[in-house]
Nanobody, 119 residues
Framework: QVQFVESGGGLVQPGGSLRLSCAVS????????MGWYRQAPGKERELVAT???????NYADSVKGRFTISRDNAKKIVYLEMNSLKPEDMAVYYC?????????????WGQGTQVTVSS
């Protein structure tokens, strides 16, 4: 059973920064493509960033240039550095393993971490 523990969220003013962390259980972390997703109230969950086992990253257009995804395979942690935060970034953020053939998550969700962007 793979589990995810997200942390690092909080209240930040527009233009501010946060660093999210996701601790992942599971033997094969280093081989997985990892993703950060977010879900805003009343909206569907969306994928915002992915990182391959080799460290190649991809981003949704809405966060490109502002967010950076990274991973520490030894610690089994994936990070999301978020800069220049906007009110529209406010959401609950989750991480998960991506399926091999799609951007869909492979496992059950963790509890997520709330990001609130407000002045």
């Amino acid at each position: 059973q793979v589990q995810f523990v997200e942390s690092g969220g909080g209240l930040v003013q527009p233009g501010g920064s946060l660093r999210l962390s996701c601790a992942v259980s599971g033997r094969f972390f280093s081989s997985w493509i990892m993703g950060w997703y977010r879900q805003a109230p009343g909206k569907e969950r969306e994928l915002v960033a992915t990182i391959s086992s080799g460290g190649n990253a991809n981003y949704a257009d809405s966060v490109k240039g502002r967010f950076t995804i990274s991973r520490d395979n030894a610690k089994k942690i994936v990070y999301l550095e978020m800069n220049s935060l906007k009110p529209e970034d406010m959401a609950v953020y989750y991480c998960n393993v991506l399926r091999m053939d799609s951007n869909d998550p492979r496992y059950s969700w963790g509890q997520g971490t709330q990001v609130t962007v407000s002045s």
